[in-house]
């Protein structure tokens, strides 16, 4: 290898060039070129991975000391092949006539000869995607040799047929050749390189705070931010996750704040999927409740550190030492006590602790030696994605890699985009955002789902394609996850029953909320009725929802959203339920008793008395009449009544008539002799005892 074959974009030593690019260079396989770099102590990834203009000098050295050693061992095998011809000549004139009249026989048995596939190098490597025909001249077949070998897989192809990564990799032990996967345009572009430890430079923790409803979250985040984020949520509850940037004399930090909803499981582990640190808040009067084993458990899983900030330390019934047994049991032992587990007593109304709690956040992500790269494209998460009637769909993003700039495209879940506006936490509109700062990005073409990784990519077509793709698969997923209705399924809740189905259509302010609702709703259906969630999408209530409801017979639920005039009209003529809330507490126990009105009722047997027969008499056209006598309750006309013998049921039927005397009665009280007689049974003994009962329907809960 000369000095002239180094790539050109090295020689400045400014730019970075990929792997498979230098193997080229050096007519190398990529895996033989990698191997080359692990004995020379250079460690890569895969050949997508970059190297630096001193790692290229080590190579460029390696590699010629090596040149000078294969020229010297090229020179002396040419000198022995030289002296070797001479001595095989003599003989290759010999053999020439004889070999002459083998080959013409060998060529007329081969054509006799059956196609089949035979033995190649190994070495061949076939990309996904290459035709039959192309296949054929590469591997000096016929093309009706391969389209054969299909035929025998199953495959019926022609030759321009391309050809699949899973096809070729059927034939490929048939014809001996190595199938290549073409990389798909997600794995050029939205790989995750390493990066050079000399571009990392630190960043700022990201503190997510967890912990049960009204426990004092968001008056915490308050005390640190001095603002008032608590009166902008309804209910005065966090109901969405909120991403703050604050400036502290140490540094500084960002901040989490999750819902405490037991509705908001799905949001409180997207808080701890992103976070470094969490701040679990318990209240010293209340202590550990639901919500907080299961932050804490989504803080274990997430496998982040832990600072307990015992909160409301100020109120009378405070039990701060309660509150650290209890911890205890959820194996965080405090440090004071011999653990592990920073534990602080703070009042977040008072503004007592805090400078405390911050001071121990700091050294906590100190410890942590948090850095990542901003001279890279950015790589963020989709924290909250909401529609705005004015600036269309919006999401809030915690940027984790690189810088994120006005103008750059990206791709987040299914949708792409180009980034028109970005407005940080105060609402300000800044230009660019680098690792560890939140922010929200105007320019999506749909609104994303809340946890989806945001990529920049460097240009809007290459964003384009690659949403197009994932929207694809979306569809043929859910087109595939609906047809698969088994008619016997389909035949057993028809033939029962039994099976109600209350349906509902969810629109809502903000993504994130939209789907730990449906969630919510769709746990609190049971064997017998079950809560479909027909549509859920975030924006206003609109026409067309209420046209869907009035198909799938379903009620429409609003959470922060309205709906809309023409949306009000159709719904009054047509009778849909519609319905809007600000807090999640009323939403879910509305469906909850919607839910319990659809229950088969309890049916539950209330005993109205009890009489014993002392005599039988025959009646003209009344037939068999038990002379009885209550001894307990009343016995009432046209209830069921029981005929027990010895204790045992005999009959059971209504009253056909009750009389005093010569008086038809409705019913007669305990102390009084009367007639009854049983419509359809006359077979009454002396002493038989008959019971009147009723029946009573009892709405159930859940």
């Known amino acids: 290898m000369t000095d002239q074959q180094i790539p050109q974009a090295n020689q400045g030593g400014h730019a970075n060039v990929r792997v498979y690019a230098i193997a080229k260079q050096y007519d190398l396989s990529s895996k033989d070129f990698i191997q080359r770099l692990a ?130 990799t059927s034939i490929s032990s048939s014809f001996n050749f190595v199938p290549v996967r073409q990389l798909t345009l997600e794995e050029i572009n939205l790989v995750d390189e390493s990066d050079d430890p000399t571009d990392l430079i630190p960043r700022a923790p990201v503190i997510t705070i967890m912990g049960h409803v009204d426990h004092g979250k968001t008056s915490l985040l308050d005390a640190v931010r001095q603002s008032n984020v608590l009166q902008t949520e309804a209910g005065n509850i966090t109901q969405h996750i909120g991403a703050y940037h604050v400036e502290l004399d140490g540094g500084k930090v960002v901040f989490l704040d999750t819902p405490g909803h037991a509705a908001f499981t799905a949001m409180r582990s997207r808080g701890a999927e992103v976070t470094d640190l969490v701040v679990l808040i318990v209240a010293a009067d209340d202590g550990i409740m639901p919500q907080t084993i299961e932050a804490i458990s989504h803080a274990k899983a997430a496998n982040v550190p832990i600072v307990v900030a015992i909160n409301k330390i100020d109120v009378a019934t405070a039990r701060p030492d309660f509150v650290k047994q209890q911890l205890i049991e959820q194996d965080l032992m405090p440090e004071e006590w011999g653990g592990q587990t920073t534990v602080v007593e703070i009042s977040a109304l008072e503004r007592l602790g805090i400078d405390d709690l911050l001071e121990l956040i700091l050294l906590e992500a100190e410890l942590l030696e948090l850095k990542a790269n901003p001279d890279k494209l950015a790589r963020a998460t989709v924290v909250e994605a909401k529609l705005d009637r004015g600036r269309g769909a919006a999401a809030t993003i915690l940027v984790q890699e690189g810088t994120l700039r006005v103008g750059d495209a990206f791709v987040a879940g299914m949708y792409s985009g180009r980034v028109r506006a970005m407005i940080d936490d105060w609402g300000k509109p800044i230009e660019e955002a680098g690792p560890s700062t939140p922010v929200e990005v105007l320019g999506f073409n749909g609104v994303p789902e809340a946890g989806d990784a945001f990529y920049a990519v460097r240009s809007e077509k290459v964003a384009k394609e690659i949403s197009d793709k994932r929207q694809a698969e979306h569809r043929e997923n859910k087109l595939g996850a609906n047809s698969r209705v088994t008619l016997e399924a389909l035949f057993e809740q028809v033939k029962s029953g039994n099976v109600k189905d209350l349906n509902v259509i969810l629109k809502g302010d903000v993504q994130g909320s939209v789907q730990a609702i449906a969630q919510s709703l769709i746990e609190q259906g049971n064997k017998e009725v079950g809560v479909n969630v027909i549509h859920q999408a975030v924006g206003g209530i609109t026409e067309a929802d209420i046209l869907l409801a009035t198909a799938s017979n379903a009620i429409v639920v609003g959470f922060n959203v309205h709906p809309t005039t023409e949306a009000l009209r159709t719904s009054d003529s047509e009778g849909i339920d519609v319905r809007s809330y600000n807090v999640i507490y009323e939403l879910i126990n509305d469906v909850r008793s919607a839910i319990e009105g659809m229950l088969e009722p309890e049916v539950r047997e209330v005993v109205l008395g009890r009489a014993v027969i002392r005599e039988i008499f025959q009646v003209p056209r009344a037939g068999i009449v038990a002379g009885s006598y209550v001894n307990w309750g009343k016995v009432v006309h046209n209830q069921p009544l029981r005929v027990l013998r010895n204790n045992r049921l005999i009959y059971e039927g209504k009253t056909d008539s009750l009389r005093r005397f010569q008086d038809n009665v409705n019913e007669v009280a305990t102390n009084y002799e009367c007639g009854i007689s049983i419509d359809g049974f006359d077979d009454f003994k002396i002493d038989d005892v008959l019971e009147c009962y009723t029946e009573e329907y009892i709405a159930r809960k859940l």
């Open 39 to 168: 004995d020379y102590g250079v460690s890569v990834k895969s050949h997508m991975s970059t190297l630096d203009a001193k790692t290229l000098e080590l190579i460029e050295t390696k590699f010629s000391e090596n040149a000078d050693v294969a020229d010297t061992n090229t020179a002396n095998e040419k000198a022995e092949k030289e002296e070797a011809a001479e001595l095989d000549s003599n003989e290759t004139k010999n053999k020439k006539k004889v070999k002459s009249k083998k080959n013409k026989k060998e060529k007329k048995n081969k054509r006799k000869k059956d196609v089949g596939p035979s033995t190649l190098n190994t070495e061949i490597e076939i990309e996904e995607g290459v035709s039959v025909g192309r296949l054929a001249n590469t591997l000096n077949k016929r093309p009706t040799e391969i389209i054969m070998q299909l035929m025998k897989l199953g495959v019926m192809a022609n030759v321009n047929q391309n050809l699949d990564f899973e096809t070729l």
